[in-house]
């Protein structure tokens, strides 16, 4: 294991700043190249650097586009360094397995693709099912994936019941102790989360990061 | 192109255009729109939320033509991009209405477009603006709108539930729902006097066959009334949309081109976004024959947009539109506080005063962004026509509604991190009565003298 030439961290860290994905890709070569530790290079450089365009997106300083963009060259530099793991017999470290989507009848989703960009920015595996999922997708990805986290988004008032549909389908398959349940979404608040059974809600995106990682620790 | 002839070129179109990734349209649209605002120089100010420049809003017209005709319309569905040309969107715009007559009989009102600085004021088309709603005194809500005398149309809220149980999107519940709302908003109108006045939408309907549900020209919606047709952020359409297009049209019903450009979202900060809200204007000309347009302008994280972003992009987009079309279109505040505060009101002056100088038709008011269950009352929506009157009447120009703006800022900004939520429509009114409560009438006198002392024109107001 060898530390990660500085150059090459600022070259990294700069590349996923700007969201510019070849050189973020690039970069995350040239290091494993000249020896830097795959895990490092995650834990050091690409999930700091993510958590940081996450700070700014929140203080109004970038906006979307920017975050989405860092947020793809994230998961680019991570696929290279997972492919580097799985070569060498190792395997990638996250924090927890995430399925996240918009629940069925609902197609808003990117209140859904912040979130998500930021569960990966804090190194958590996300499975992003997109909009419009229909209850027993969100379970059968989790049970694929063996999940930590179902995640679901629900923008519209008429599509909320949506979110209650997957905690009761939790429940008829005996799986509501397997996984946390968390949603959010404009159409949600604490008191639905409460009368539904989810595990948590956050009106915030960064709030969400922040709920399952209490989640998690539990 | 003829109606039918461009109806059938859409549905084409959005089976043969480029087939792309939402994401990759997003990218594309997000990196033509920050190429072409350097190109046409367009600039943010923070000190200048309403702009009195007639370049520059030719200027974001411009772009947002070029927008629109560079990457098209992304159609959700079949994940490919349906294209116009120039001489297809400017045909459009010709053949768009720019004289409506909303409603029947003695309470028609007649909208007609509006110019930057228009002397005629704006009508007023309210109601809860689509806000999340309860079952719980729904039709006193609807009347406390209807009732207002300076609310010239109203539009049914988003209820959620019916008796008692959750409705679902795209299900007989949603159906069910819908019958019961557009009802009640013929029963709010009936109830106040007002049997003819225009009723904007049946919210609760959010797909195709809930918003038809709403077609019952006896207990529902009638062809004098109208129906949204909304985009997703940003330029999207899908079938759901498109259908009801056909349908309004054969109803003879007003089409609602409802956008709500996300600023701080793809479109990026406020120059990106006026940019974007006139492609989505122009979206709602070609592909929904919109009879008028409904601009919501949301902010990323507050949900707002009585901030300077969501002002600048009022102002900018409206003097863009008012400048070089003869269209109808209209704005709604929606404001991070509630009822029974001063705050909500200030947010809503805010709005109303630019959107008054820059073309607009009111709309709204979306109380609380959006956030909490029946916060919104008629008196915050019988305020945003009665200020838009005194601005009008006042002789306010564009520089003055700059001044004024800046001046009430201060007076809510800081609550877009700390919401002062206020309180729900059964505690800020008496719901026998129908009537604000002494707490809410309060708030009311206080902001408007306030406001006259900036230079407003106020009448006798209803709770004065």
């Known amino acids: 294991m060898s530390e990660i030439p500085t150059d090459l961290v600022e070259k990294l860290a700069a590349a996923l700043l700007a969201g510019d994905k070849d050189a973020a890709v690039a970069a995350t070569q040239e290091a494993l190249s000249r020896g830097a530790d795959p895990l490092a290079l995650i834990q050091e450089v690409v999930v700091p650097t993510l958590v940081e365009v996450g700070r700014r997106f929140e203080n109004l300083e970038i906006f979307l586009p920017e975050l989405i963009a860092a947020g793809e060259a994230g998961t680019a530099c991570s696929a290279v360094i997972e492919e580097r793991l799985i070569q060498s017999g190792g395997a990638m470290k996250t924090e927890g397995t995430i399925v996240i989507g918009t629940v069925k009848g609902d197609i808003h989703d990117i209140g859904k693709n912040i979130v998500a960009t930021l569960f990966k920015a804090h190194g958590y595996k996300v499975i992003d099912l997109g909009k419009d999922v229909p209850a027993a997708a969100f379970i059968d990805a989790a049970e694929a994936n063996k999940a930590d986290v179902i995640a679901a988004s629900a923008l519209m008032s008429i599509t909320r019941a949506g979110c209650r549909e997957v905690a009761d389908l939790l429940r008829e398959r005996k799986l509501r102790d397997k996984y946390f349940f968390i949603v959010g979404g404009g159409s949600l608040d604490q008191d639905y989360a409460d009368e539904i059974g989810a595990d948590g809600y956050s009106p915030t995106a960064s709030g969400a990061v922040e709920l399952v990682k209490s989640l998690m620790t539990r | ?464």
């Open chain 2, 1 to 464: 192109m003829y109606m039918n002839e461009r109806l059938v070129e859409i549905f084409q179109r959005s089976r043969g255009g480029t087939f792309m990734k939402e994401a990759e349209y997003d990218l594309l649209l997000a990196n033509r729109t920050r190429e072409l605002v350097r190109e046409y120089a367009i600039k943010f100010d923070p000190q200048m939320v309403c702009p009195a420049d007639d370049a520059m809003a030719d200027r974001v017209f411009e772009a947002g033509v070029q927008l629109f005709c560079d990457v098209g319309v992304y159609h959700l569905d079949t994940q490919r991009v349906i294209k116009f040309s120039r001489a297809e969107v400017m045909e459009a715009l010709r053949q768009a209405p720019s004289t409506l007559y909303l409603g029947e009989g003695a309470d028609q009102v007649i909208a007609r477009h509006r110019s930057v600085e228009d002397p005629v004021p704006s009508l007023n088309l309210s109601g809860p603006a689509g806000q999340p709603c309860s079952e719980d005194h729904y039709l006193e809500m609807l009347i406390s709108y209807a009732q207002e005398p300076y609310v010239d149309a109203i539009e049914s809220g988003a209820t959620l539930t019916y008796n008692g149980v959750d409705i679902m999107a795209g299900t007989l519940m949603e159906v069910k729902a819908v019958q019961r709302d557009s009802a009640t908003a013929r029963e709010a109108v009936r109830r106040v006097g007002k049997p003819g006045m225009h009723i904007g939408d049946c919210a609760t309907g959010m797909t195709a066959i809930g918003k038809m549900a709403a077609s019952d020209p006896i207990n529902g919606l009638r062809p004098c009334d109208g129906r949204l047709i909304a985009q997703m952020c940003e330029l999207k359409t899908n079938d759901d949309q498109l259908i009801r297009v056909p349908h309004l049209i054969n109803y003879g019903s007003h089409r609602i081109n409802l956008m709500t450009p996300l600023t701080g979202g793809i479109g990026g900060g406020p120059e990106g976004v006026s940019v974007v809200s006139v492609a989505e204007f122009l979206l709602g000309v070609v592909c929904y024959f919109a009879t008028y347009h409904y601009l919501s302008i949301t902010h990323i994280k507050w949900t707002n947009n009585s901030d300077p972003w969501g002002l600048y992009v009022l102002a900018m987009t409206g003097q863009a539109m008012a400048r070089n079309t003869h269209l109808v279109f209209t704005d709604d505040p929606f404001t991070v506080c509630g009822p029974c505060t001063d705050e909500l009101l200030y947010e809503v002056a805010a709005h109303s005063i630019i959107g008054e100088v820059c073309g607009y038709h009111q709309h709204g008011v979306g109380s609380t962004g959006g956030n909490e269950v029946d916060h919104h009352t008629g008196l915050e929506a019988g305020f945003q026509g009665e200020v838009a009157r005194a601005t009008t009447r006042a002789g306010i120009t564009r520089e003055r509604a700059n001044e004024i703006a800046l001046a009430l800022l201060p007076k809510y900004k800081d609550t877009f991190n700390a919401p002062k939520r206020g309180k729900p429509f059964a505690l800020a009114y008496n719901i026998k009565t129908i009537t604000p409560t002494q707490e809410w009438q309060d708030c009311y006198r206080r902001v408007k003298e306030e406001l006259s002392k900036l230079g407003l024109a106020f009448e006798q107001g209803p709770w004065d």
